[in-house]
């Protein structure tokens, strides 16, 4: 994934769309990814459906929204941030805006065996809509929420991942090659307690994201043990990463 690297500097969540369409060439692209996206939990069934926006309760001026299913398992909500913050940041590399519509809701909550998971915007955007460099970012330094970090590069873009009211509800401890990865709990007013629950783990997948990225990106390779995902307690262990620099 280390080729979506530069996106993750431009990616921004987009709310206001162009009038302009997407091309038949670029609509093709769009689906076209979705068939490439990399899962971090290989066994769990996921589809996607494309809409126009104004068949949904999406209230942005979005040209289309991505309906995502999946089916009910161990960290499939945290799955689904793994696969969809991909398609985020490449449909940023086409110019195209996207944001993941927290509000989103669809008359089928059921399709067979799958659940609605998600829901995310997209179209057109004017390019000031989107970021131009890692300065332009509202984040935790990198130090608030890794511990032991050796390699201060891997934390400077794990930090850019966005989640739900900004709410960033990672911790990672690393002892050696060694770290684990942690979902934060943790309450924003604005939000129900049940919806944030749901969204921080599609965030904390989101983050896993950005970090295989910054993985692949600094010439590591890795090996990665999933944890039992669980609504008791503060942190819950998501992730164990076994880490080796590559030697040329």
Avoid at 42 to 57: A, G, L, R, Y
Avoid at 170 to 190: A, C, L, M, S, T
Wanted: glycine residues 6%; charged residues 30%.
């Amino acid at each position: 994934m280390k080729e979506l690297l530069q996106y993750v500097y431009k990616r921004r969540s987009v709310r206001r769309y162009s009038e302009e369409k997407l091309t038949d060439e670029e609509l093709a692209a769009v689906k076209d990814y979705l068939g490439r996206l990399k899962p971090l939990v290989p066994d769990i069934h996921v589809e996607f459906q494309i809409v126009p926006c104004s068949e949904t309760n999406c209230k942005f001026n979005a040209e289309y929204c991505l309906l995502v299913y999946s089916e009910e398992g161990n960290l499939w909500l945290t799955n689904v941030g793994y696969m969809l913050e991909q398609w985020d940041l490449y449909l940023a590399s086409l110019g195209i805006g996207v944001c993941w519509y927290g509000m989103g809701k669809v008359e089928e909550e059921r399709q067979c065996d799958l659940v609605y998971a998600v829901m995310l915007s997209f179209g057109k955007c004017d390019p000031s809509a989107f970021r131009n460099g890692d300065y332009d970012f509202a984040r935790e330094d990198a130090s608030d929420f890794w511990s032991g970090m050796n390699d201060a590069r891997l934390g400077e873009i794990a930090r850019l991942a966005p989640s739900s009211v900004n709410s960033q509800p990672w911790r990672v401890e690393q002892i050696d090659n060694k770290f684990n990865v942690y979902r934060q709990k943790g309450k924003v007013p604005i939000l129900s307690n049940q919806l944030f629950k749901r969204w921080n783990k599609v965030d904390i997948g989101i983050f896993m994201c950005f970090v295989d990225i910054a993985l692949e990106s600094e010439g590591y390779t890795f090996t990665r043990v999933l944890g039992k995902d669980s609504d008791e307690g503060k942190r819950v262990l998501i992730a164990t990463y076994t880490v080796e620099r590559d030697s040329d």
